[in-house]
Structure formats: C-alpha cells, structure tokens
C-alpha cells in the first residue's frame, strides 16, 4: 500500500504539477497510507474530470488516465475509507479538501 500512496503522489506530480503535489504531500503527511492513496486519486480524478477534450488525442489521454486511477470507482472506493475513518475527523477533512481542489 505504501508504494502505491507513492505511485500515485508521483503520477500525480506529474499529472497536475508538482506545486499541487507538494500540497497534497504536505494535506496527507502522518496520515494512513490508504488516506493519502484516496486523496490523490480525488484531485486527480477531479483534475482530468475538468480537462477539456479538445481532439481526439487529447480524448485518449483523459481516457487513459481517468481509467489509470480508477476514477469510476473512486466514489465507492472513497465511501469505504470514509467509514473506516468515521470517527476521525482529521482524515474526513483531508478527503474534503482533496475534494476542493
């Protein structure tokens, strides 16, 4: 689990910059690591969701990557870490601000 927190912290760098990489490193820091995972895959998801499909490469590459970070099963993924963090409410502000980017 921790190689794939950073897998996708690093696909993430890539993916929307390292600025918005840094603050999400810095959102999840102490945090668990199944946290930190589904955290980036919300901004991720959030930030390729946004993008606009311009051509039909640029289609693709969307395409790619919101099934690269299992962005259509992100909301069920992310109902599961919610309840096993129900009780904490440090970790249920991190998934609203990853929310909010």
């Not at 990489?21 to 930030?47: E, M, N, S, Y």
Request: charged share 30%.
């Amino acid at each position: 689990m921790l190689r794939l927190s950073m897998l996708i912290v690093l696909a993430l760098a890539a993916s929307i910059g390292h600025a918005e990489a840094d603050l999400l490193a810095d959102l999840t820091k102490g945090q668990p690591k199944d946290v930190a995972a589904i955290a980036a895959r919300i901004a991720t998801c959030a930030h390729f969701s946004g993008e606009e499909s311009y051509d039909t490469a640029r289609r693709r590459e969307i395409a790619a990557a919101m099934k690269k970070y299992r962005c259509e099963t992100l909301e069920k993924d992310e109902a599961v870490v919610r309840r096993r963090y129900k009780d904490n409410p440090a970790v249920l502000g991190i998934l609203q601000k990853a929310h909010e980017w």
